[in-house]
């Protein structure tokens, strides 16, 4: 498996569960599969070049998120579930933060819009008052949001596979009780900063200035109508407590299903001191 080390040029970059405020202690190969070419047909790595394209076409969807974070045999798990409305590029999560080690109460959950080059967090805590939102620029982000929120955003989880090489078949799967297709690849993060839509391009060029090596291992399943219906990621990277493995995976259903995200009014915005 290929890593991906993360460095932030500056300083070191911390773990999507310690920006949430949570503090932890503490090309892919072989396998089943042929080139995807080589299926009856060929051509089906199109479908993953495809693929955010067919999630636009669907408008909207509901989504799961799960980001797994390891490092000094410490694993952390952050869980989110929502809406993505693909057409307007705009997603609302609700994000579920584990006890710290300390064995504290479980964290508020933290509520997360996603826009094109915009997070917005609201109970972040870290001295943001509750009723108050954090606005986060994604673009000057050393991963481009891709870890940082605890959740990787839909759109731009499906806007990396623009950039799928060495993609193989594994096999057709049931998901959810529906048949899907399974393919396995190298998603290329500097690559997509050229090749995505606009609204994807300045968060994915700072992912790829931020992250030292851009080839970022995936698995996408795919439905009859070439939809992205599950999408696992596998990053790393490298801060001054040694190599932290994250596993980023999205779980998209119910298409169709309405999605409303209303941006916070400027004043509800907090403009303080956030602490580290």
């Known amino acids: 498996m290929v890593v991906q ?52 076409t669907s408008g909207s969807a509901r989504a799961r998120t799960s980001m797994e974070t390891a490092t000094g045999g410490t694993r952390v798990t952050i869980r989110g579930e929502g809406g993505y409305d693909f057409r307007r590029r705009m997603g609302q999560l609700t994000v579920v933060l584990p006890k710290d080690p300390a064995g504290e109460d479980e964290h508020r ?17 870290a001295g943001v008052p509750a009723d108050k939102w954090v606005r986060i620029d994604t673009t000057t982000l050393a991963d481009g949001n891709l870890v940082t929120g605890g959740a990787t ?56 200035k931020g992250f030292a090596k851009d080839s970022v291992p995936f698995d996408a399943y795919l439905d009859e109508q070439g939809r ?32 409303t995200v209303r941006l916070p009014d400027q004043r509800d915005i907090y403009a303080g001191r956030i602490r580290a």
Do not use: W
């Open 228 to 259: 992205l219906r599950k999408v696992r990621h596998r990053f790393s990277f490298t801060n001054e407590n040694g190599t932290v493995a994250v596993t980023s995976t999205t779980l998209l259903y119910d298409f169709g299903t309405p999605v």
């Open 109 to 125: 959950p933290v509520t997360e819009l996603l826009t094109p080059g915009s997070l917005y967090m609201k109970n972040r805590g």
């Open 153 to 208: 955003d839909p759109l731009a989880a499906a806007e990396l596979l623009r950039s799928a090489r060495d993609v193989i078949y594994v096999g057709d799967e049931r998901l959810a009780g529906e048949k899907v297709r399974h393919y396995r690849g190298n998603a290329d993060i500097a690559q997509a900063a050229l090749v995505a839509e606009p609204h994807a391009r300045a968060s994915l060029a700072a992912a790829a």
């Open 5 to 56: 080390q993360h460095r932030r040029r500056g300083g070191a970059f911390a773990v999507a569960a310690a920006v949430l405020g949570v503090v932890a202690t503490s090309g892919c190969s072989g396998g089943p599969g042929a080139a995807a070419d080589d299926r009856p047909g060929g051509g089906q790595v199109d479908e993953v070049l495809r693929a955010a394209d067919a999630l636009v």
